[in-house]
């Protein structure tokens, strides 16, 4: 925001206009671009998970409105615009309408202080991490609004889920940001994606196994908090109908969706920017482009992931998410901090050997991942089925 | 119902259980079975099914048909397989038709090879849309489109055979309507070999063997074999509790004597025996025996000789001698079995029908009893109901 305020202040030539007025146009002009960015992503997002969703279950997919369906978003978006939106009799009429707003406003402040790339925040905060996640958490509250005020029983068993859902992940994700924080010995976002730059091998997840085991640990707490499959618990379709939003519709109920894909973009940037190197392109160096290629790179990467998990898995049960959480997220993500802390004071000697180990865990790991894609990548039909129904 | 107000003993609040209704239209109540559900918090206390949103008095309706006029309602009562009741209610008929030896009805080989290929097949296609909606239960999703492309191509071919898609009306007293089209028996072989194995192998690897899955069905709704008994639990539900009982091996009808097949049990593979995974395999493993079977009806079945074949020689109105005969049958669900009487008119006296859904749905209760609120879903899916044949 800073170097932006300076560049305006630069550009126009307007050298009476004090610093302060620059810094507000600056940041506002900063926010406007990554709101409307932000505001378009999930409309892009919802169509890649169509078409992925699709491709896995061998289907098209959306093919009709524009070029392979790619206005379908849009023209859902408009359709959830133009709809009636219904409020329950019994309802509590205040709460029901805030609820989506809040949830909505959650999702979209926590995006003021993720770096799209190299010094481009909206809000370069020092303790930048700390605020997405006060933020990220703030939709909970949102949740349990809506599931309240719906007057409804399945809306409020998915809000009472969500609830414990999200306070529970909370915990191994905090300790997973903060395996990061102790490698980079930073609070802020643009600190810590600095502290990976001279090439792959120094992104975090290469540079140490605790890294890598704390990005994993983190995006499995990720997906539980943005409600994805196999955490998909609070609004289990088959379940609870439709979970906390039940009883929503129209643009109300298009809040919640925007704000569930929002959040999942919030998870995929985290991940990039704490362990995959943020803005750093694989080779040492400047990265072009501020970097905003190569983060837009491993954002998608991580977001494929996410969606194409939820259509090769079942879902949790409550108990058993409680499990996962308590029982396997929280100690190994505190054995991870504890890691990166022994590591970062071990001599650098011995740096060596937590690389190659790191090295090797990513490696298996991606292997395994890629087989698994392969079993399931059903690209649309095949030829040879294809030939064989034409015969019939 | 009045639910429960208790007072906790060390806050001093009152709690009350919560009654929840689940049905008639919900996401997974697999048609219009209403559960009236007690919970406390995410634990069922209670689940009472309700029945008969779908009671279209069949059997009084059938008082005032002629015989071969039945055979439509037949198909609607498990519309999931229609071939298996039109075999159950023929085989009545014509057993009542046998009792008197003016009245005897004799089928030639190839009818029987047919109505027992015609069976397996719609067998299969009904387990594939069992395993499809169990696992959608689950909430996974991809393994339901997966298993429905393969249940799209028996129903192709039950068109090219019968000229409908879901409600035959293909196996008659007295034989089939057609006979199979030129080269239909190399379609069928086609379809078993290049889609249909393969594809069950990549549903195992997708669903059958996750772990998760795994996780959820296992260990839930168990019931041990003395119980199933003493319920009168037939079919899979039967067998997943390890009773190897199966009519087409213990009570032969038609010509399932004459093959050689397996009849699947669950063996407590994960957990113990009787659990909703128990009762998956063994439907994932029927399939895989009438594959055996439709293979061996294929090669034992002989040529068409005349085109008339397969419509024995019967008076145009069916009028059995009086009496009364049961004949149960193998229904992808469980033993079906119609009871017919007759009075030497031409209308039956009175059909009843021995639904296998009704008697296994009766368990639900006992099962429900203490699970959580998803292991419901689980339970009432592995149970697999129709409701059409249930309210009949």
């Known amino acids: 925001m800073e170097a932006l305020a300076t560049l305006l202040a630069e550009t126009t030539g307007l050298t009476g206009v004090p610093h302060i007025v620059w810094m507000i146009i600056g940041g506002l002009t900063a926010a406007g671009i990554a709101t409307a960015v932000m505001g378009v992503t999930p409309l892009l997002l ?190 289990a379709e088959s379940e609870l109908v439709a979970g906390y939003h039940t009883e929503y519709s129209g643009m109300r109920f298009a809040f919640f969706f925007m704000a569930e894909y929002v959040n999942m973009l919030i998870v995929a940037c985290l991940g990039a920017v704490l362990f995959l190197g943020g803005w750093n392109g694989v080779l040492p160096g ?70 190659i180990v790191a ?34 | ?121 719609n067998r299969i296609a009904s387990h594939l849309m069992l395993l499809g909606t169990f696992t959608m239960d689950l909430g996974a999703i991809t393994p339901f489109t997966w298993l429905f492309r393969d249940r799209e191509y028996i129903l192709d071919l039950f068109e090219e055979v019968s000229g409908a898609r879901l409600l035959y009306n293909y196996i008659r007293v007295g034989g089939v309507s057609y006979d199979f089209p030129p080269g239909f028996e190399k379609k069928i072989t086609d379809f078993i070999d290049e889609t249909l194995e393969p594809h069950m192998a990549e549903c195992d690897d997708l669903i059958t063997f996750n772990k998760i899955f795994i996780e959820r069905a296992a260990d839930v709704g168990v019931v041990s074999s003395e119980e199933a008994l003493a319920w009168a639990l037939s079919g899979p539900m039967l067998r997943g509790s390890g009773v190897g009982f199966d009519l087409r091996k213990d009570d032969p009808y038609s010509v399932y004597d004459r093959f050689d097949f397996e009849v699947a049990v669950g063996d407590g593979r994960y957990g113990p025996i009787g659990s909703c995974w128990d009762r998956y395999y063994v439907r994932r493993l029927e399939i895989d025996e009438s594959i055996k079977i439709i293979r061996q009806a294929l090669e034992q079945m002989p040529d ?25 049958t193998e229904n992808p669900r469980g033993e079906l079995g119609f009871f017919v009487r007759s009075d030497g008119s031409a209308n039956p006296f009175r059909i009843k029908g021995r639904s296998p859904c009704f008697c296994n749905l009766s368990i639900m209760e006992r099962l429900s009893e203490g699970c959580l609120i998803a292991d419901l879903i689980t339970i009432l899916g592995s149970v697999d109901i129709v409701l059409g044949e249930v309210d009949r």
Not at chain 2, 14 to 35: D, F, I, K
Not at chain 2, 52 to 61: D, I, S
Not at chain 2, 304 to 328: H, L, N
């Open chain 1, 46 to 235: 919802v169509y890649v998970e169509r078409k992925v969703s699709a491709h896995v279950q061998d289907r098209l997919g959306p093919m009709r409105t524009g070029f392979h369906g790619l206005l379908q978003t849009l023209a859902d978006a408009f359709k959830l615009l133009f709809k009636e939106q219904i409020e329950p009799e019994q309802s509590d009429k205040l709460l029901f309408v805030l609820a989506p707003g809040v949830v909505f406003m959650g999702a979209f402040a926590a995006l003021a202080a993720l770096p799209l790339g190299m010094g481009i925040t909206a809000a370069d905060l020092n303790v930048g991490l700390m605020y997405i996640l006060a933020m990220t958490s703030v939709s909970v509250v949102g949740i349990i609004m809506a599931g309240w005020a719906s007057n409804n029983k399945w809306s409020l068993l998915g809000a009472m889920r969500s609830a414990a859902q999200i306070v529970s992940y909370e915990v191994p994700a905090s300790f997973g940001v903060l395996t990061a924080v102790v490698l980079a010995g930073s609070l802020n976002m643009g600190e810590i994606s600095a502290a990976q730059s001279g090439g792959i091998w120094n992104w975090f997840v290469f540079q140490s196994p605790f890294g890598f085991l704390a990005f994993v640990m983190l995006f499995i707490a990720g997906l539980a908090e943005t409600n994805r499959v196999p955490f998909d618990i609070p609004e």
């Open chain 1, 286 to 355: 400047e990265p072009v482009f501020a970097g905003i290629p190569w983060l837009l790179a491993k954002v998608a990467v991580l977001m494929y992931v996410i969606v194409w998990l939820r259509w090769v898995l079942p879902r949790l049960r409550v108990d058993q998410l409680m499990t996962v959480g308590w029982k396997v997220l929280v100690p190994l993500t505190m054995v991870t901090v504890l890691g990166a802390a022994v590591q970062v004071l071990s001599p650098p000697s011995t740096q060596i050997v937590f690389r």
């Open chain 1, 359 to 392: 090295w090797a865990m990513t490696g298996v790991v991606v292997l395994i991942s890629i087989r698994a894609w392969r079993q399931t990548a059903h690209v649309p039909i095949r030829k040879k089925e294809l030939a064989s129904r034409a015969v019939a």
């Open chain 2, 1 to 121: 119902m009045i639910s429960n107000v208790t007072t906790d003993s060390r806050t001093g609040l009152e709690t009350r259980e919560m009654v929840l209704n689940m049905g008639p239209q919900h996401p997974s109540t697999h048609g219009v079975l209403r559960l009236e559900v007690v919970t406390d918090g995410e634990l069922v206390v209670k689940a009472i099914p309700h029945i008969g949103y779908l009671h279209r008095c069949f059997e009084k309706h059938a008082e005032a048909l002629s015989y071969q006029t039945v055979i439509p309602y037949v198909d609607r009562l498990d519309y999931l397989a229609s071939m298996n009741n039109d075999l159950g209610y023929a085989i009545a008929v014509e057993t009542l038709m046998g009792k008197s030896e003016k009245t005897k009805i004799e089928l030639s080989d190839r009818v029987e090879y047919i109505r027992v290929v015609v069976a397996e097949l």
């Open chain 2, 304 to 328: 068409a000789t005349e085109p008339d074949e397969v419509r024995s020689a019967i008076p145009k109105t069916v009028r059995p001698p009086e009496g009364e005969v049961y004949v149960r």
